[in-house]
């Protein structure tokens, strides 16, 4: 059973390095993807226009979880995780601008309960890729108001629902969301557009994620005055930190001997995977991609807004210039390992990349918010899981400071755009039934 390697992996002797006691292991799931029924968001629109979703496929029921805490509680005890990533539904929290929804409230705050009762610490996420359809109508992150929005909406969640969780994503992958949504096409709102174009939603995410990181902590100040012993309303976590999980991939030359290539694969990695949380960190942002794009902008307020690297990955593109089109082309090495989604399987990149991270922040712990493979028959799952987590020892051998990983996904889920059919959970899905099986 795969759920046996995922809890006793720590030990396996062909790792350079033991993992230390209190490693944070994990798994990552998002409320769109599992939840179901999340009618007031911008998605569940998207999904009904023919060709958004492979095969026409819809979130619908999704996986139930809505309706199913109790048992899958109990798969996570199973799996004998310390922490569990999810996202809380601000369509299904505030489906108004300005209504909070007292069953949706009552809802995550069950769900934290039997969490804590499990003795798993909750990690929440604030928005993994779904908008309220208010906010989209508006102009989603392009909308003057959104970062407001966004401040308030996290606030709440931190004082209503999670005062007690000290571990927070406000955006999942944002340069993924982005680029999906504006560049690509396959995400609302379906633009398909230039780096020239993504600029101003870029700006509106970063300001809402420092809106929102300001607002929270202002928030655990407040409720940390209001706590005189021995009068505790409410729990209350010590230590607040919040961060971005940013997806990063590794971008190699097509061709080592071509300088073009190098030289394109060398701008898309500053741009994709550095750029965002650079800016949260710096509180500028800079990127340049040639004939489209050369940013460099100050933002106000959001330098130091970022308290843990989350780091989400899965994969390699090789890049070759082309100066025909958007300026470059991604691919896959002829005769690679790929799951089944086309991925490259390149276990090699994790340990790139986060050692890169390390350079880049050194100060900073990092967590792995989600790395996985879609595998449907379950042939390269074990050994996938296996090479990647010995690519993590072995940076943490060399120093990487990484306190936590998160598998995606605890449950095979709606995918996005690619609908049911990626398998990425450690238990399997029946849809016609709802039944989980371990793998």
């Known amino acids: 059973m795969l759920c046996v390697s995922l809890s006793s992996v720590a030990s396996a002797s062909s790792f350079?390095?033991?993992?230390?006691?209190?490693?944070?292991w994990c798994v990552a799931t998002a409320a769109h993807q599992i939840e179901g029924g999340n009618v007031n968001s911008d998605w569940w629109d998207w999904e009904q226009i023919p060709g958004n979703v492979k095969r026409g496929e819809r979130s619908g029921a999704a996986c139930d979880h809505w309706n199913?805490?109790?048992?899958?509680?109990?798969?996570?005890?199973?799996?004998?995780?310390?922490?569990y990533r999810f996202s809380i539904e601000w369509a299904k929290l505030e489906p108004v601008p300005g209504t909070w929804d007292d069953g949706a409230v009552a809802h995550y705050r069950r769900e934290l309960k039997l969490l804590r009762e499990a003795g798993i610490e909750p990690m929440i996420t604030l928005q993994h890729f779904t908008?309220?359809?208010w906010l989209r109508e508006k102009g989603g992150w392009e909308w003057d108001g959104a970062p407001a929005a966004f401040a308030r909406f996290a606030a709440f969640a931190f004082e209503t629902i999670a005062p007690e969780v000290r571990d927070w994503v406000t955006i999942n992958e944002p340069m993924v969301h982005l680029t999906l949504g504006y560049l690509a096409g396959?995400?609302?709102?379906?633009?398909?557009?230039s780096m020239a174009d993504i600029h101003g939603p870029v700006v509106g995410l970063l300001k809402a994620h420092a809106a929102a990181y300001h607002a929270m902590k202002a928030r655990h100040a407040e409720l940390k005055r209001r706590l005189i012993?021995?009068?505790?309303p409410y729990r209350l976590t010590k230590e607040l930190r919040i961060g971005l999980?940013?997806?990063?991939r590794i971008f190699d030359p097509a061709s080592e001997w071509n300088p073009g290539d190098s030289f394109i694969a060398g701008k898309l990695d500053a741009a994709f995977n550095w750029a965002f949380p650079m800016a949260a960190e710096t509180g500028r942002l800079r990127y340049n991609i040639p004939f489209q794009a050369d940013v460099d902008e100050l933002i106000p307020g959001l330098a130091h807004t970022q308290d843990f690297f989350g780091l989400n990955y899965y994969t390699r593109d090789m890049v070759s210039l082309d100066l025909g089109g958007q300026g470059f082309k991604l691919s896959v090495p002829e005769g690679a390992d790929v799951s089944d989604v086309g991925w490259e399987i390149y276990p090699?990149?994790?340990?790139?990349?986060?050692?890169?991270?390390?350079?880049?922040f050194p100060a900073m712990p990092i967590l792995i918010t989600e790395n996985g493979i879609a595998d449907s028959r379950d042939a390269k799952r074990a050994q996938y899981l296996e090479s990647h987590l010995a690519a993590m020892a072995r940076a943490m051998s060399e120093g990487v400071n990484v306190e936590g990983y998160c598998h995606w996904s605890l449950m095979d889920n709606f995918e996005w755009s690619e609908g049911?059919?990626?398998?990425?959970?450690?238990?399997e899905v029946d849809y016609s039934t709802q039944t989980r099986t371990p793998r």
């Open 16 to 24: 350079p390095t033991s993992f230390p006691k209190n490693f944070k």
């Open 420 to 427: 049911f059919e990626p398998r990425f959970g450690l238990f």
């Open 229 to 232: 012993w021995p009068f505790r």
């Open 68 to 83: 199913r805490l109790d048992e899958d509680i109990r798969l996570l005890t199973e799996l004998h995780v310390r922490q």
């Open 186 to 193: 396959k995400q609302p709102p379906s633009k398909k557009g």
């Open 245 to 248: 999980a940013n997806h990063l």
């Open 131 to 133: 908008l309220p359809k």
């Open 348 to 360: 090699e990149g994790f340990y790139r990349l986060l050692k890169a991270t390390a350079e880049k």
